[in-house]
């Protein structure tokens, strides 16, 4: 079997419940039985068994994109700190929000961990958060800090933003419940926009029918089941992970979908460039803004739908 050279998994298994009640979103305090959150970390290790058979010579990465928050849960925390250590994972990275206690964390290879933290406000404090944060700054892990751009949130993002070192990345989410209407007025995308400079990529989705995207080829979505496709989004099966050859389950092919609306996707779409400018931080979400890549944030973002 070939190595691939480079591949992430985006892994979504079971898991379907948080801890926190945001208004936003359809996992908000909802509860999993004992038989469901069972099944959820048998298909977590069935997983983290296969990535530590594959050979020391692999340079894999794993990114966790939960339904729902994970790092509650002690089957995802000991799944980070095992993969850490492992030599042919490069990276091990989570969209969470934060709300775990930390210490955990020591036990990782800090070095390859990646935290996409999303910080909810009224769901916890800002200072509850930040001390979380300052344990990641502490240990030197690579990690972005997200807000959803939520009118009613301005003010706590521009308190965020005063409250992070200039060094972490705070990105935004654009938020447009009502999509017949504009998400923004200009004076609130100039606001976000001077929070994120990378939050105009945010905003809208993209035309991508035929487009070249990395999604597939540099990148595979794995279902709890095994199942794989080449991202979250396109629901065509490419096969099982535990019962075909990796180099059979992964394409190079033009997307197949009309749009593409997510970051964790359209960062995949070549034309897009984002791949480069995000680098080893692509899966977290850490972006360091550089003079040299400046330009990126001003440029005419190609193909909006
Ligand atoms: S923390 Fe994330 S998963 Fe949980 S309710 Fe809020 S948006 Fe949903
Ligand atoms: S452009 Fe988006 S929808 Fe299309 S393959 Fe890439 S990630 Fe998937």
Redesign the pocket.
Known sequence: MLAPKTLSFLYRGALAS?????S???????HENYAALEKDRQQLARFVDWLENRPATDRLSVFFT????ALVHKAYRQAMIQLSHQPQIQKVAI?T?L?CHMAWIKAANTTKIGIWA?Y?PG?TSLEAFLERCAVLRDLAISHSVGM?GKVAFFPDIQKMRQALPAETYLWINAYQPDKTKPAYREDEIAFLTEIDPLFPYNLGSYACLGARCGAGARSLSIAGDGTVQRCHFVKQRLGNLYEEPLDSLMEEAPCPAAQCHCHIGYVYLERLELEALYGEGLLERNYHLTPAQAHFSQKEIPGRA
């Open positions: 948080c801890n926190y009640g945001c936003y979103c359809p996992f908000a305090k909802r939960p339904w729902g928050e969209q929000n709300s999303t909810h769901e959803v």
